[in-house]
């Protein structure tokens, strides 16, 4: 379960992407960004979807991937989250590269 706190902290970080928000889900938290998911906190860590468009942008640390949760699918685990510019790049990044809602 991840502390509230930092799941606040992660929001505000990234809030230079747009409009950024949480909710709990099973415990831990989705990520979203102008209403689209963008990745996970799971553990006190931010995961972000694999997208191949991060990778230009991903420093080395950050290009690790890892399932969020037992079951889940690799997502990139982000392990700087005190640099706003750096993690709200990455989020904005995502949601400019995922797919629009299907009507």
Known sequence: MSNADLVQYIIEQASQAGE??????????CLYCNDKPVGLICDDYLY????????????????????PYDGAKPHYAITDV???DYVSLL???VVENLPSKKR
Request: aromatic share 6%; charged share 45%; hydrophobic share 35%.
């Open 91 to 93: 989020v904005k990044t």
């Open 48 to 67: 972000l979807k694999p997208l191949k468009q991060l990778d230009s942008v991903l420093r080395e640390d950050d290009r690790q991937m890892r399932p």
């Open 82 to 84: 005190d640099d706003a």
């Open 20 to 29: 950024v928000r949480a909710r709990k889900m099973f415990g831990d938290y």
